[in-house]
């Protein structure tokens, strides 16, 4: 990875630092070489600091570090895409961001769609998707059904950790059947969507 440093007087590149499970953008810091170095050798985020004039780590202070998972440099070498793993709020306000967003994983479903995809063209062995896909359409169908009613039964009850339980099997089958007829959540929400604009 080659980073031009020496494109900007004071030798500080910016560093934008993502979350790299929800892939909200948190935070914008700068870095010099050292300060990278740093990040790579410790596996915690760290800065060059114009106000301090030093190399800062985030959450030296706080405990609330941004735990190194990935870097990538941008095609003019002169800007850092930092993905990490939050330890706590970004922002020094307590807010999870410097934008004062809410940082929330939004994009897990189409990654299971993905993931179901994957093992359903290029099966893992003792993957269970890959197992019921080869079963057919009836079986996933009937699979559907079965955890439709099994949702509910929980609906009926006051145990909300069995209704989620069974919310999710629901959820993860009728992913699975979408995708054997050809189809996913996006085929979906287009339908809802559509209906929303008529009413």
Known sequence: MQVNFSKYPDQLVPAIVQDAQTKMVLMLGFMNE?????TEESGKVTFFSRSKGRLWTK???SGNFL????IAVDCDNDTLLIKAEPVGPVCHTGADTC??????ETDF???LEKV????????????YIAKLFSRGINKLAQKVGEEAVEVVIEAKDN?????LEESADLLFHYLMLLQAKGFTLKDVTGVL???HVKK
């Open 34 to 38: 050292e300060a990278l170095k740093q």
């Open 59 to 61: 959450g030296e202070e």
């Open 67 to 70: 735990m190194l998972k990935n």
């Open 99 to 104: 934008w004062n967003e809410e940082n929330q």
């Open 109 to 111: 479903l189409p990654y």
């Open 116 to 127: 179901i995809a994957e093992r359903r063209v290029l099966p893992v062995e003792e993957s």
């Open 159 to 163: 145990n909300d950790h069995l209704f």
């Open 193 to 195: 969507r559509e209906r």
